[in-house]
């Protein structure tokens, strides 16, 4: 009840915050407990080749861990001067400051075209807030973490549901949760495939729908409508089977057309398609 009323007053702060031109306040500071940290960059198999951002970065233990740990690269932006400057004085110390920075900034503000990895433990209605901002901004195949709250309406790729007595101090309960999201590539639309003979004969048309990850549609082959089997969508990587022995296709979407592979009949073949 304490949590829940908790909750209440912020995101009633957090609204009046938005009325105003203050930034609005996404959680408190709560440093996320370090085993914690450890587990949300290996649920995302981040490597040196990462750049990750932490919206609301607190004393910096996402990021610097990213780097010292997992060698990745990154910045943290939190509103709360101080602890940037004690998130910027841990890098220098730890050697990271060529890899690592932290800024004084409005996450809400920021530009995080640049994560490969996004971090966040904010509040549950701030997490929603910025729903929109992450898709319109972040790259298809850029892995999301959120520490306790979800992401409404969007399946997590991969969930963790552990009990952690550290947590008590924080929330009042053991219960701790960390969601992996993958930004989908957009394949809503008209798609004009080309497949190998074998396949089909002449084109192939492909009507996509889609809701966040999850993707549905058709196929025109020869005149005859059929159903795509088995849609699956992560990142930029698609795949779906044509009913009876019409083939397995997977591909990368890039933009407006993706390529990739048919399997059928035990043979591969490429196919391609571009959006009409
Ligand atoms: C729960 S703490 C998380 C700290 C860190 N990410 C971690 O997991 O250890 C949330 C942090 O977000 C910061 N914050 C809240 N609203 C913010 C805003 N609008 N812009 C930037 N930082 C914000 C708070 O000051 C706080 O340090």
């Known amino acids: 009840m304490r949590r829940l009323l908790a909750c209440l007053c912020l995101a009633y702060a957090a609204a009046l915050a938005a009325a105003s031109d203050k930034p609005v306040n996404a959680g408190p500071y709560v440093p996320s407990p370090q085993s914690v940290v450890a587990d949300m960059l290996k649920l995302a198999d981040v490597g040196p080749g990462d750049f990750v951002i932490d919206l ?7 990021v610097l861990t990213a780097a010292k740990v997992f060698g990745a690269r990154g910045f943290g932006v939190e509103i709360q001067d101080n602890l ?19 800024i004084t900034q409005d996450l809400f503000k920021t530009d995080i075209s ?50 952690l007595e ?11 949760l960390i969601y992996l999201y993958v930004v989908p590539a957009r394949v809503a639309g008209s798609w004009h495939a080309k497949v ?7 084109a192939v048309r492909l009507d996509l729908k889609q809701q966040l990850t ?6 025109r082959v ?14 930029e990587q698609l795949s779906f089977r044509l009913p009876g022995r019409g083939g397995r296709f997977s591909g990368t979407v890039r933009g ?11 043979v591969k073949s490429p196919w391609s398609a571009s959006l009409r």
Do not use: C
């Not at 609301?56 to 996402?62: E, L």
């Not at 940037?84 to 932290?102: H, I, M």
């Not at 901002?133 to 195949?141: N, W």
């Open 56 to 62: 609301g970065s607190g004393d910096g233990r996402i």
């Open 256 to 266: 407006q057309a993706i390529e990739g592979m048919v399997e059928a009949g035990g």
């Open 196 to 202: 190998p003979a074998s396949v089909a004969k002449g």
């Open 166 to 176: 550290d947590k008590v101090a924080i929330s009042g309960v053991t219960t701790t």
């Open 222 to 235: 020869g005149g005859r409508e059929m159903l795509l089997e088995d849609v699956r969508l992560k990142g």
């Open 114 to 163: 640049q994560a490969t990895v996004l971090t966040m433990y904010l509040l549950p209605n701030t997490v929603n807030m910025l729903k929109d901002k992450l898709l319109a901004e972040l790259r298809p195949g850029t892995r999301i973490l959120s520490h306790d709250y979800p992401l409404a309406g969007w399946i997590p790729e991969q969930y963790v549901q552990m009990d």
């Open 214 to 219: 999850r993707v549905s549609g058709s196929a």
């Open 84 to 102: 940037v400057k004690l998130s910027n004085e841990a890098a220098q110390r730890e050697g990271l400051a060529d890899r690592v920075r932290f």
